[in-house]
């Protein structure tokens, strides 16, 4: 059991390049989350997914996009990279919903992006 | 809206010497407070989750305690191998699973 696992670790852009950062969980949880980390601050969720084919913006969703075409997968998008989104990028899962309330979120080990 | 305040925001302790941990919170209806531990270049390791005010859960060396404002993670008799930064999160009643965050509390310890 790999949990959830985050590719690349680390990564750099230029201003205005795009990239993907891939997550994909292995636990067949329906839930599944991005967040932003940076220095001083707590987690802020970007979006998130309750299933294949569903996704909602969290916090700060600007300037990202997602995509949830399978329940192991949740790709996230940056498009036309800027210096603020440099930040540590983690990946979540849980199993979630009214049958299951209250389930702790597992977490991948991270993606650590600059952009310069 | 929802909030979540972690004190202190950094903690020295010597091996063995126990000390607590504080997560002031406001939400409309909690569902659940989560402990996360998250040591260097790595995600956050879930520990505990407390439901409801009065409800204690323990693993090794660490209690976590909850009331209707606060929760507490207390550290006994603390090894450097706790040395991490901890993560206090809630999650409201009807949120849609999303979690709120506090800014963690980094902890120290020195053989």
């Known amino acids: 059991n790999a949990g959830v696992t985050q590719t690349p670790k680390f990564r750099i852009l230029k201003i205005g390049q795009s990239m993907t950062l891939q997550c994909t969980q292995d636990m067949n949880h329906n839930y599944m989350y991005w967040y932003r980390q940076d220095p001083g601050m707590g987690l802020k969720l970007i979006y998130y997914?309750?299933?294949?084919?569903?996704?909602d913006k969290g916090e700060v969703p600007n300037g990202y996009n997602v995509s949830r075409s399978t329940t192991e997968d949740f790709p996230l998008r940056l498009e036309l990279a800027a210096p603020s989104q440099t930040s540590v990028y983690f990946c979540a899962s849980s199993h979630g919903g009214r049958a299951q309330p209250g389930k702790p979120q597992h977490f991948g080990d991270g993606t650590r992006l600059s952009i310069l | 809206e929802d909030q979540v305040t972690q004190s202190p925001e950094a903690l020295r302790l010597q091996e063995g010497e126990s000390s607590s941990l504080n997560c002031s919170y406001t939400v409309s209806g909690l569902r659940g407070l989560f402990w996360y531990r998250q040591d260097p270049g790595k995600g956050p390791e879930f520990l505990f989750t407390l439901y409801s005010a009065g409800e204690e859960k323990e693993k090794e060396r660490l209690k976590a305690t909850l009331t209707k404002k606060e929760s507490f993670l207390h550290i006994t008799a603390p090894k450097p191998e706790d040395s991490a930064t901890y993560l206090c999160?809630?999650?409201?009643?009807?949120?849609?699973?999303?979690?709120?965050f506090g800014k963690g509390m980094k902890l120290t310890v020195n053989p």
């Open positions: 999160a809630v999650q409201r009643r009807g949120g849609s699973e999303k979690l709120v």
């Open positions: 997914s309750v299933g294949a084919g569903i996704t």
